[in-house]
């Protein structure tokens, strides 16, 4: 890189532009006068906690390579994803509970072939969620809401055949559906299992980006909503939990927070959780989320903060989830009951590797993550197996070694 960019004036221009911009959009996103008391009102404070009995909290995520080798015009690729499930323990905290969930980990050949590649990929996908692709999608409850929100009848064989399947070269969008078909395989098999955990965490959130559409829908928006039918079966909660809530204007709130905490100056605010609001549920929006579809279609979406040197996080979780074991016949009870949710999660987040976010998540990360060495040593196991096959290993290629881009 060229270290002298920064000093150019056409790049500092630029730079003022955006400042100049982004100025402008802070200012114009801010609580309107009339809402200020009302969000304030529903800004709820729940308690620190370091002692639960009988709590068990579990983290899904994953990873892999998109792709793990090229091989003429065809690729390789390769995702892992991996469980934890961890105990409250009154002498050490959290307790791992074995057995450790079997580490999903799946590779396949995709070719560019568009009369093959469709198959590959949905066998692929099949073994990642450890079901068949219209199996899934009979099981999920996202036609439903598919069907609420384009005001149209869907067939499973109509979803089955607009599935978004991309070609074995789009290598962005493969990765996006095959880390989350992984990290959503590893969940859906926990919760249906013995040891489903009471609470089953995944860092990334609820929305499911082509609900909307007319009939084109990504597969693992089906396993997501799975995993939903699944948990509320088992009367379990399946949260989603992302460090990014996407929302303007956070130090209104911060300030609103820090009202009801108490507090003067700079101090943060800690352990407080604001529900984001629907019209229909709730007669009244939250105006910071104007323009953005929040909380996502069948999720109730929050605010939270778990300890003042972590961000404030957003957790979406199952709307019928919601109905059935948070909502109570009162707003008391209500929040007595949310309230509850937030302790145990937050009995969770005292681990002082990653202080004020769930550890569960972080095993599973740290776990599924792959080390370079490690994906240095399964390109040359692959490559060695297929020589042994009779394949020419000059036709193998690592593309972002070979374009320079590792």
């Known amino acids: ?45 729940f308690g620190h906690t370091t002692m639960r009995d009988r709590l068990t909290v579990g ?53 560019e072939n568009n009369s093959e590649a469709p198959d590959v990929l949905d066998s692929f996908l099949a073994r990642l969620a450890n ?15 598919k069907s ?4 149209k009848t869907f067939s ?17 969008n493969l990765a996006i559906q095959l880390r989350s078909t992984a990290e959503l395989g590893a969940a859906l098999r926990l919760i249906q299992s013995e040891t489903c955990p009471d609470y089953l965490l995944m860092d990334t959130t609820f929305s499911l980006p082509l609900l909307s559409s007319s009939s084109s829908s990504l597969f693992y928006e089906h396993v997501k909503r799975l995993c939903c039918v699944e948990a509320l079966r088992q009367g379990k909660g399946f949260f989603a939990l992302s460090k990014s809530h996407g929302l303007p204007a956070m130090d209104s709130l911060e300030e609103l927070a820090r009202d009801r905490r108490g507090l003067e100056g700079n101090q943060v605010a800690e352990h407080w959780y604001l529900r984001i609001p629907e019209s229909d549920r709730d007669g009244w929006m939250l105006s910071l989320c104007e323009g953005r579809r929040l909380p996502p279609a069948g999720a109730v979406s929050y605010l939270v903060r778990f ?34 949710i937030f302790e145990d999660l937050d009995y969770a987040c005292h681990d002082q590797r990653v202080y004020g976010y769930p550890y569960p998540i972080k095993a599973a990360h740290d776990r599924a993550s792959l080390m370079e060495a490690e994906r240095v040593a399964m390109r040359k196991q692959l490559i060695a ?20 881009h590792r």
């Open 1 to 45: 890189m060229r270290f002298d960019l920064n000093l150019r004036e056409r790049v500092r221009s630029q730079f003022r532009d955006i400042a100049r911009d982004m100025q402008g959009w802070q200012v114009r996103s801010r609580l309107q006068d009339d809402e200020i008391d009302q969000v304030r009102s529903q800004i709820c404070l």
């Open 59 to 111: 983290g899904v995520d994953g990873s892999g390579d998109f792709p793990l080798l090229s091989y003429a015009d065809s690729f390789v690729y390769l995702a892992v994803a991996q469980a934890t499930v961890y105990e409250s323990n009154r002498i050490t905290g959290l307790w791992e509970q074995g057995p450790t969930p079997e580490i999903v980990f799946e590779s396949a050949w995709l070719p």
């Open 131 to 145: 079901m068949s692709v219209m199996a899934v999608i009979e099981a999920s409850d996202y036609k439903l809401l």
């Open 148 to 151: 609420r929100e384009t005001r």
């Open 156 to 172: 499973v064989q109509t979803l089955l055949k607009d599935l978004i399947r991309p070609h074995a070269s789009d290598t962005g």
């Open 307 to 340: 300890h003042r040197s972590t961000p404030v996080m957003r957790l979406d979780m199952d709307v019928n989830y919601w109905e059935r074991f948070v909502r109570g016949n009162s707003a008391e009870e209500t929040m007595g009951r949310e309230c509850r």
């Open 385 to 404: 197996e297929a020589v042994s096959a009779g394949m020419s290993p000059s036709l193998f290629r690592d593309p972002s070694l070979a374009t320079g």
